[in-house]
């Protein structure tokens, strides 16, 4: 395919921006002739959104190695599900968090790591509304309002997953991965939110709470929520979590085996 046919029939290039912007560097990588030369560097990282100056410090993690539980109980148990009502205390939703405080060991660069911003809907000393996680300093970043009606109508299309205490995105540094490895960026994207998601399945399943992964959101609408410009980060993945489970009667309590 011609790089004229390529730009005709790629939906991604047709798109308005800021989907174009990305669209041109897939486009770029796959044909060397359209890129500038000499070869440029890595953009800079762009400020991150979020107000530093009202910045909540969120308690301390909870230490998990004292919940009676094995690591090979917390894998077989995890599993996405609906959400129970409920709100969480910000002990419970810091702890989630600093799931994001580890780095994947193949991953050098910093400047590469999938970012968690949570939108909060009911999680007790945590205002209500878009959040970014600084997993650095152990806060939270106010952005701006996110309701659950305006999310649930506008921006999560399954809107069960609207239902819970909150939703924490994923959010990437797509053009920077574009930028470094061509169309391969985007795979080395999803390993790293993948990844970061397998953490939060493993940390939710051990606190005993009701989550699920998702990707069924609207990407322009909650990155306008989230204050990102979708070209140098965008929203990728999502994470739901609800209150806890309560357990049934073929369910072992914790630490214990099924009966």
């Known amino acids: 395919m011609s790089l004229a046919d390529h730009r005709i029939s790629s939906t991604l290039a047709a798109a308005t921006q800021p989907l174009r912007g990305v669209a041109e560097l897939v486009v770029a990588s796959r044909y060397p002739e359209t890129r500038p030369s000499p070869e440029p560097a890595l953009p800079a990282p762009s400020p991150l959104p979020g107000d530093a100056e009202r910045a909540l410090a969120l308690p301390a993690p909870r230490a998990l ?65 878009a959040h970014r996680y600084d997993r650095g300093e152990h806060l939270l970043a106010p952005i701006g309002p996110a309701s659950r009606a305006r999310m649930a109508e506008t921006a999560i299309l399954q809107r069960e997953h609207a239902m819970g205490a909150a939703v924490l995105f994923l959010v990437v540094p797509i053009g920077r991965w574009l930028v470094a490895f061509g169309d391969r960026g985007y795979r080395g994207a999803a390993f790293a939110a993948g990844w970061l998601t397998d953490r939060l399945y493993l940390v939710a399943e051990t606190l005993g709470l009701t989550y699920t992964a998702t990707g069924g959101f609207a990407p322009a609408v909650v990155d306008e929520v989230l204050g990102l410009d979708g070209r140098d980060h965008t929203a990728f993945f999502a994470f739901a979590v609800g209150g806890h489970r309560q357990p049934t009667s073929r369910e072992a309590p914790r630490g214990g085996q099924p009966r």
């Open 65 to 129: 190695e004292s919940v009676q539980r094995s690591l090979a109980s917390v894998i077989a148990a995890r599993r996405s599900g609906r959400l129970s009502a409920g709100a969480l205390d910000a002990a419970t939703l810091g702890t989630l968090l600093a799931a994001a405080a580890a780095r994947p060991a193949g991953l050098a660069d910093a400047t590469l790591d999938p970012l968690l911003f949570p939108v909060v809907f009911d999680v007790d000393g945590v205002p209500p509304g």
